[in-house]
Structures are given as structure tokens and as C-alpha cells.
């Protein structure tokens, strides 16, 4: 065997070790959101607080340079009262206690001399985010399938990208933000987000989870957004990865880096979903309309 087959060989290799890790790690993940979106109530926000707090520390140690001890305790201390507030007298009050701990970070961030503005930003996003979710899940009669109906499409989408864009390459999507993304492989994860919603909906229609009989139309239109807003979050993050110099936010979820690696889509779209769903007066005439 000459030198090159045997890189190839070692390439091929290392990749399926990877994609199994990602798989093995992916799978054990959706199982605990699963198990944690059906118990819903305190238990779900616990969770959602709990996933926000390791995002905060990731966040803080990629984004500060300089000593950020202060920075991340009152970061801490942020979502930990966003969460209690949340559970007490709910989303409303929720944001202004995350408007007021993202200026305390900032403020705390500034006199460490770091980048108090990116510091606070990051923090109003997930914090925001953690408010969002959780007001999703509680919403009367369908917050159950549309947290389902979100992590299916952003999980769906991001595995198919990361497959067939492995697989098939081509174009880059945008190399000097994410130089390993492609075009092909942003179809590929749009396409399989779709079908993925798709599938979902007529599985929990059909088990009676979904009351109304799903409007095809509506969830493919919804879906294809969403998947869209998806991959820009993760490349929003790919971006502050560069920006800060760092490959992954963390390395404690073996094929995915860190939470923020594994969160970053879903930290991004919820607000964006949480939103319509308000101005649409509720997700059943958004997504759930009955055809």
C-alpha cells in the first residue's frame, strides 16, 4: 500500500470514528430532551436553565481574554434569576430581569477589560432564548408538539447537512466563516428538516398527541424557515468561534465540541419562533391548523 492509500485509509477512518462518536452523543442527547420536553413544568425549566448555565461559562471563557471571574458569577447569577422569575410570575418579568443581568455582566465584563458589549450580548441572547423555550412548552394545547416540532427540524437539519455535505462536498456555503460547510449540504439539511417535520406530524396526528389532522402546507412553509434560520444560527456561532479564535466552545460532548456547538441553532431560532407564535396569537394557527 503506498503512502497516500494509507492516508486516505487513516482519513476514512478517523472520519467513521468521528461520525459515530457524533451519533452515539447525538442519540443520548435527544433521548434526555425528549424525556425532559414530556415531563414539561419545573422539571423542563431546570433542564432548559441548567443546558443555559454551561452556554453562559462556554460564552465567557471563549469572549474574555482577561481574568473574567466576576464576569461569569454575575453571569450565573443572571440565569439563575431569569429562571426563578420565569417560574414565579412568568416570561414578562422573565426579560426584564435578563435585560437587567445582561448590563450587570456587561458592566462587570468592562471593568475586567473584556468586550463588554459581545459579552452582554451573548448573555441577553440566552437568556432570551431560556425565556423562550420554556414559554413555547407552556403554551396551553400544542407547546408539547411544537418543542418536538423544533428540535426534530434544527437536529434533522443539522445531521443532514453535516451527512450528505460529508459525503457528496461541492461549493462552500461560506468559507471564511465555516470553511468545512457546503451548498450541497445546506439543501441536503433543509431537505431532511422537512421531511423529518413532516414525518413528525403525521406520527403524533396519528397517535393522537396532534389533535387536528396536520395542514401540509403550513408545516412544510414553516419548517423550510426554520431550517433556514437554523443553519444561520449555526454559522453565527461558527463566526464568533473565528472571531475569538477558538475551534469549539468546549470538549465535553464527544463529535460535537461543547453546549454552545450542540445549542447554537436552537439558541438562535426560538426567540425568532416564540415571537410569531405571539403575534400569530398562538402556534395552532401558525403551524398546528387543522386541514
Not at 18 to 33: D, E, H, P, S
Not at 85 to 107: K, R
Not at 202 to 221: H, R
Request: glycine share 10%; proline share 2%.
Amino acid at each position: 500500500m503506498n503512502i497516500s492509500a494509507a492516508n486516505a485509509v487513516t482519513v476514512a477512518a478517523a472520519t467513521s470514528a468521528a461520525l459515530g462518536r457524533r451519533l452515539v452523543t447525538g442519540l443520548i442527547l435527544a433521548i434526555c430532551a425528549v424525556l425532559a420536553v414530556r415531563a414539561g413544568g419545573v422539571a423542563f425549566l431546570t433542564v432548559v436553565s441548567a443546558l443555559t448555565a454551561i452556554v453562559t461559562f462556554e460564552w465567557i471563557r471563549m469572549s474574555c481574554r482577561e481574568g473574567s471571574h466576576g464576569t461569569l458569577l454575575v453571569a450565573l447569577i443572571a440565569v439563575s434569576a431569569s429562571a426563578a422569575v420565569m417560574a414565579i410570575w412568568g416570561a414578562g418579568w422573565a426579560l426584564i430581569t435578563a435585560a437587567i443581568g445582561a448590563l450587570a455582566v456587561g458592566s462587570v465584563a468592562k471593568f475586567e477589560n473584556n468586550k463588554a458589549i459581545l459579552v452582554a450580548a451573548g448573555m441577553a441572547v440566552f437568556i432570551l432564548s431560556l425565556v423562550s423555550t420554556v414559554w413555547l412548552r407552556a403554551e396551553n394545547t400544542t407547546g408539547l408538539v411544537t418543542i418536538y416540532w423544533l428540535f426534530t427540524v434544527i437536529w434533522a437539519t443539522d445531521s443532514g447537512a453535516y451527512l450528505i455535505g460529508s459525503a457528496v462536498g461541492g461549493a462552500r456555503l461560506a468559507p471564511r466563516i465555516s470553511p468545512a460547510k457546503t451548498w450541497v449540504g445546506a439543501l441536503g439539511g433543509l431537505a431532511v428538516g422537512i421531511l423529518s417535520a413532516i414525518a413528525l406530524a403525521f406520527l403524533l396526528s396519528t397517535i393522537g398527541v396532534l389533535e387536528a389532522t396536520p395542514n401540509l402546507a403550513a408545516i412544510i412553509a414553516a419548517s423550510a424557515l426554520l431550517s433556514i434560520f437554523a443553519q444561520a444560527g449555526d454559522l453565527a456561532e461558527s463566526g464568533a468561534k473565528r472571531f475569538f479564535g477558538v475551534k469549539d466552545s468546549g470538549s465535553w460532548l464527544p463529535g460535537h465540541g461543547g453546549a454552545l456547538d450542540r445549542l447554537d441553532s436552537l439558541i438562535f431560532v426560538t426567540p425568532i419562533v416564540a415571537l410569531a407564535v405571539l403575534l400569530a396569537g398562538g402556534s395552532r394557527h401558525l403551524i398546528w391548523a387543522g386541514s
